[in-house]
């Protein structure tokens, strides 16, 4: 409970103390909680003392102050006196009650003309009034159900009241006006809190008549509404006030107030509905209210410094509103029609509503995206268009003429330059005002307007595009080769910041091996790796090593940077090759190649070609490169993979590895120390600091500079591990924006999209790839799935070194993937620059009632980091977001979120939802744009899904254990195209099944046989990934050979159930079987086109394997585990394409065939848990493999 005066008139602290010391019991307790109450209204009755008639109060109070000083608080020594004070004092509040109640009537307030109010004090005293009666319920047994049905519908219309006190505010300039409105807030608060106080246990007690008590309710309500005489008219004097000489409302909360207030209008409004709805003009008063809810709804979102255009028409409106009142107390109901005419208003307020609505969604629209939301965003408006046959004809031939602008766009977008991303932001809009008018949140005359608007918009900007399209990419192209120009010089001076090699000595030494021996052929010797790895210092190290210094009769060094000429290269490597002799720059660039050409052929050269961004500054170097056969070396450095491999003769590409703790140690010291020691109190600080920076040399030599001017004290140095994370970031976000720069406009906003997971992440690459293209970062292609165009930009950020693979699939796929924390850095703050993607840590200063979380702040993706059971306070700021991630759950393993579906049930924009590690209990049933949802669920949970999300293409469920029930609605999910659930999932195959014929992963089904199976399975048939358990195959196996284009297959059955016959398609590229028994391996030895064969945990019904000629004739991976057979012959053309072997709990197996030792294929063998003589054999082929068939790449690797 709330005290409005407490101190003032009765402090209730006394009772308070009673309930810290002593135990009441619960009946005592309940008896205190009443008491509490009690003292709460009597003090808000007393407040009210002062500017209302009120003959009984006196001796009110002083009845009640004398009890109060008969109570004795002082004097209680046991819990026998505290019954007794506390009976007497419910006693005598009784008796005080009654004799209130008796003489009550409606409070009449005292008129002065000189009196003010201040209106914090209103504002507080309605707050209070309605805070202590909407705590009532808390306390049971304190009214009947139909009593408190009275009091919620009076808390209701103060609520309303409130709107009007905070839109007014201190902002009236008349005194007399604001005094009166603000006399009659107080009067109509403290009688409800009056009458709520009489009805506390009233109709339990004969003293009350519940009679009177539904006489004051109904007169509460006649006294409130504005159609009684006197009120409409305070109403209209204070609004005039305020009209004639307002004051801005600069309160933070402005938006919120004038919101309040509207609400306020449309309530009153509905109370003339009867009325109004008699007369011919209905129609256009329901059009009006449609009108202020659209605008009490966008108030919320607009900016702060938006809102004060409203309040003129506001006021305007509530005026006439107020008049129509007016006119029905004076019954001239006939002049009604006239008297509402909000035209001239409401026509206005709508041209700004819609101007500032737009201008306010526009601005936060993100500055980057993929042009893969353009598609989605056509067949959405597809959709509408086939479902909405009740739009009008001039709406309808808008968003049709959209459509057709967007698809000429999406074919001819090569050529737009810089104009592309302003026609997807066009695109985000219509999107946006056509699903909120699907969901009645924004009303046909807004939708006529934006997407007339829209339309004229992009026709500007194709024809710009077209028409300046070259011109303005090329103008774009000189302004980054600036941005390069001035970066290059930075990294330049960065990457030369340490004069000695510290760290990389394997490095060094094996490259050095690379340039001194080997061949005497001439070979590329690359170095790859991400920026501020330290290729470059390593390549200069190199360069100047001396046992290389010697071995070579002539070196150059150029480096190419981004932005280059090829006649500046030729002159670099010139002058350092021919140092006595002038090259005149005059000279054509073939000319300059060519004597350079034969510059070189009579020498043994060592060039280092630094900092290579792109194949091409390799080509026009390339061909000066003599091979006199005399062992000459290139040296190139380049952050990406490709150039690197355009660029090999005979040697790989190396690719720099991150720094270890202790090389980034021994790194700082020398950086900071030079030749000293460290002292050893700073020894545990500066190792933790050097393993802050997470491997990277560059991160590593930036921190060396704070703390060389940093005081040796370990308090400094604790300090400088506090603030690690921004001291880095500094400098290194400069380098690192040359690569993001250098990237194509399509990999941009996949490179940021990496802000959306957490810090050392290991990222599946399946989820990855999904998830951009459920966000439209991926364009749509009629000869490639969207999959394989997705995994081939995650090889182009792998390849330019800025995402890394974490983990290989036996295929050689890269399986999951991480990105340095400094990239993950940029990419979170790059994107939240770009409103592209915006991560939100919830906290006391990043809370939803703050300033920076208000809804037209938001960006359309959202990552938020708050406990699940906060999530219901951020919703509201949240439900215009196209992709929301719940961090939390990713970083404590689990989290849940109690009643879901209400929380999310207001999204109505959302393409993405990931809430993977969230627990759910229910799922929202109206997002019909979900494209990629992933939740987890209870154990042993069936699923309940709404049968209208038809654009769902990507559903991940988790289940905390046991099965997962799926709902006959999956069916109807017809652009599903990937379906996990973890670990088991169970089909309803009672009723009719419909085809989903887009679907192509399927993980994991299970089934009791094989026929049930068969039966889901033909309702799939584009499947080419399944993961599946059948639990008896005694009769037959699943009919896998009907699913044609099945790649992937994971198959597991009953440890004792024998499959007959396996029906494999020959489609298939990987198969793995597991804890089952099969009699014959022979249907899976020919499939044609196998190359990754995994055997785990399977019963063979035969005791020797026989592995034929030409069997398995693409198999590249083979793994066998815990199997049953006793011997394995292999003939001398089986598996010719081998390359890696893997052997665990072979345990009757006493040694690998002796084919494997003239595999030229094989790579390596790995052995877990097996015979020391397979052991010993595997060692043999080692042996065979490097020493006899110099397969130097031949790896072994045996496991305990």
Known sequence: MSNLCRGRYFDISPLEKIVHEWDLGSSMEHKMDCLNIDFQFLNMLLSLQSFTRRDCLDTTVEKVEALWDAAEFERINCIDDVKLVLDKMEEEIWETKIHIEAKYSFPIALISKIATLDPEFVKRFIDTVIMNITDLPKINRLYTWSRLKQIQEAVKELKLLRNFVYFISDRCTNPQSQYTFFSHVLVVAGHVAMISWFSINADMNFFFDPLKLDALFSDLQMRIQPIQPGIHEIYIDVLQALKSGSHPNIDVHAADYKAGFVETLVHHMEVLRPIIHKH????????????????????????????????????????????????????KSKRLVPVLDFSGDIQSIQALVYFLTRNSFCSNLPKIDGLGSIDIILDQLEEFLSCYSELTSSIRSQIQKIQQQLEHFQKQNDGFGSFGMQVITKAYEVDHVVVGYINKDIPEWCLFLWTRDIIEEITQLIEAGEIHGKEVSDSVLHNTTDVANADTSQLAQMTSMSEEMVGFQDVMYTLRGKLIRGSSKLDVISIVGMPGLGKTTIANKLFFDQLVVSHFDVRAQCCVSQVYTRKDLLLTILHSVKKDTVVSDKLPEDVLADKLRKLLMVQRYLILIDDVWETVAWDDLKPSFYDANNGSRIILTTRLGDVANDAKFFSDPHFLRLFTQEESWMLLKTKVFNTKSCPLVLEDVGQRIAKRCGGLPLSVVLVAGILETTEKETNCWEQVAINLGSHIQAKSEDIINLSYQALPFHLKPCFLYFGVFLEDEEIRVSKLTWLWIAEGL????????????????????????????????????????????????????????????????????????????????????????????????????????????????????????????????????????????????????????????????????????????????????????????????????????????????VFNINNELQEMDGLTTLSSPWFSCAEDADRVFAEMPNLQKLRCEVLSCNSSSPSFNNLTKLEMLKFSWGRRALAPTLKLPPSLKTLTLSSGCISSLDEVATLPRLVVLKLLNISLTFDVWEVTDEQFPHLKFLKLQDLSFLEWNVSDDAFPCLERLVLTKLRHIEQIPSRFEDMMTLKSIEVRECKESLVESAKNIRETQVEERQNSDFKLFVHK
């Open 280 to 331: 011919e003009k209905g129609v256009a008063f329901k059009d009006q209210i449609t009108m202020l809810n659209f605008l009490r709804d966008n108030l919320i979102n607009l900016p702060r410094e938006a809102v004060e255009d409203f309040d003129t028409g506001i006021i305007n409106v509530g005026l006439l509103v107020y008049s129509v009142f007016k006119s029905v107390a004076l019954g």
């Open 778 to 985: 991926v364009r749509s292609h009629k000869e490639k799935p969207s999959e394989d165009i997705a995994e081939d930009h995650l090889k182009n950020l792998i390849g330019r070194n800025l995402v890394m693979v974490s983990k290989m699939s036996s295929d050689g796929k890269s399986k999951s993937c991480r990105i340095h924390d400094l990239l993950l850095d940029f990419c979170k703050k790059k994107a939240k620059v770009e409103n592209f993607l915006q991560c939100i840590k919830g906290d006391n200063d990043m809370n939803p009632s703050s300033v920076s979380c208000q809804k037209h702040n938001i960006s359309r993706r959202l990552c938020l980091d708050v406990q699940a059971d906060n999530l219901a306070e951020w919703s509201s700021i949240c439900s215009d977001v196209q992709s929301f991630h719940l961090m939390k759950g990713r970083q404590i393993g689990s989290s849940s979120v109690s009643y879901a579906s209400h929380i999310f049930n207001s999204f109505k924009f959302l393409w993405v939802l990931d809430l993977e590690f969230t627990v759910i209990d229910s799922f929202p049933k109206e997002l019909t744009c979900l494209r990629y949802v992933a939740v987890k669920v209870a154990e042993d949970s069936s699923l309940s899904f709404s049968d209208n999300l038809w654009n769902l293409e990507t559903l991940i469920v988790k289940g905390l254990g046991g099965r997962v029930t799926l709902p006959d609605t999956l069916w109807k999910m017809v652009k599903l195209r990937h379906l996990h659930i973890y670990n088991r999932a």
